[in-house]
């Protein structure tokens, strides 16, 4: 099921009907992460000298999707490719399956989101998954600001670390 959320007193309904069915309520978003979209963080040298920091000139690119739940639980998955419909569904089939309850997911309104296949994969897993779609302007982004500023504080130097 898709239900579009304007902000505006929503999430009070929302939360009581997750707590009437039983179900958690997970923000969904997700981010990509470049080896250089950010300085790498802060460097020394000795007095006088400037802090010379090598990096390999690779430049590597990964996604990350999570999902942070009102209680606490965190669910994330890292990719590679393109964030599609697939990858979507994915997420969401692994958030409902670990949380073993149904989950009333927040996300923002990407395209993806509202993807025709992510509307059929809705409608067959309605027991499952609801999800609440957000304004354009709503400030979802908190996690991945955090984890942008940590992530890119050590520069990667292959995919694998």
């Known amino acids: 099921m898709l239900v579009f959320y304007d902000g505006r007193g929503e999430y009070p309904a929302i939360e009581a ?16 992460l470049r080896s250089d979209a950010a300085p790498p963080g802060r460097s020394w040298a000795p007095k006088g000298r400037t802090p010379i920091v090598r990096v390999t000139g690779k430049r590597l690119r990964v996604n990350v999707m999570s999902a942070v739940a009102s209680r ?11 964030f599609t419909a697939s990858v979507f569904i994915a997420f969401l089939d692994r958030v409902a399956s670990q949380a073993g309850r149904k989950v009333h997911v927040v996300a923002d309104q990407h395209p993806v989101h509202r993807s025709e296949a992510v509307l059929a ?18 400030p979802d982004k908190l996690l991945n600001a955090d984890l942008k500023r940590n992530v890119n504080a050590s520069r990667a130097r292959n995919v694998d670390r």
Request: hydrophobic fraction near 45%.
């Open 121 to 138: 994969w809705l409608e067959d897993n309605a027991d499952r998954v609801e999800l609440h779609l957000m304004p354009g302007y709503s």
């Open 72 to 82: 606490g639980a965190l669910w994330f998955t890292v990719f590679t490719e393109r």
């Open 17 to 32: 009907r997750a707590k009437a069915e039983g179900a958690a309520i997970a923000w969904v978003d997700q981010c990509g």
